[in-house]
């Protein structure tokens, strides 16, 4: 990866792109509980979002396996989608970008403040 690839994200485009050609190929269950879980990892990214690729890579692999298996979405990941993605993501106090943010203006309006 180039400076310019990493300073305009194009790596990360034609990553993306590679996940939802793999996507297309996998049952319909699948599919959505793909969605589920990226739109949860990507809250536990940091600013540029590279952090998380490798962890979406290998979940895509898990999926694409146990669908190649034969398994339900329901064997594979559980019943609780947004608990298996904490685990992933560092566990169930896991922070989100949002959450860093938060704490962090709070810290600094405390400063500013004087407590």
Known sequence: MNFLEKVTGSDMTKELKSFQSRIKK???DYQAAWEEISV???SHSNFSGRNIMPILD???GLLEETAAEGQSVQEALGDDIKGFCSALAGGEGAKSYRDKCRQQLNRNIAQ???K
Do not use: H, Q, R
């Open 58 to 60: 290998g979940v895509l």
């Open 112 to 114: 500013k403040l004087g």
């Open 40 to 42: 949860y990892l990507w």
């Open 26 to 28: 996998l049952p319909a």
